[in-house]
């Protein structure tokens, strides 16, 4: 009999991967990736955007040749319409910050903050993971507490995000 994990196991083994949606416990399951090697492709894939073809793989820190080798017929990278946003001018930017922000970090969905210029769907969906298991943040700075934001992160963020 299969079980949902099989049967999920199973498409794995049989389909391509999309890198810009893979998590953790599907990247974890290529040949060859670990749980470090996991969290660099994810952690690579919010630094840059996202993946605009598979062969981007071997610009991860400890993914080399060998490894794309042997994973490029498993991996492809859905494309997207809108892969060149629209550069706005300084007069828009400026309406769109004001429309777009604050963002309540204690009430924020995982859209809102992944607008946050750091914050792509892993470390949105661990802060809303540890601001659950807390009962909503205190002040700003605790949002350094949240796996994935450091200092660096959270200095780009400070004046964008607010508590109530």
Known sequence: MNTSVEKSENILKNSKLDLNKATLSQLIRLPGIGPSKAKAIIDYREKIGGFTKPEQLIEVSGIGEKTFE???DRLFVEAKVDTVPKQLNREEQH???EQDFPININTADLDSLQRLPGIG???AEAIIEY?????GFKT???IKKVRGIGEKTFEKIKDLIVIF
């Open 131 to 135: 601001r659950e298991s807390i009962g």
């Open 70 to 72: 042997k994973l490029k």
């Open 140 to 142: 700003k700075e605790e």
């Open 95 to 97: 309406y769109k910050a």
């Open 121 to 123: 769907k892993v470390k």
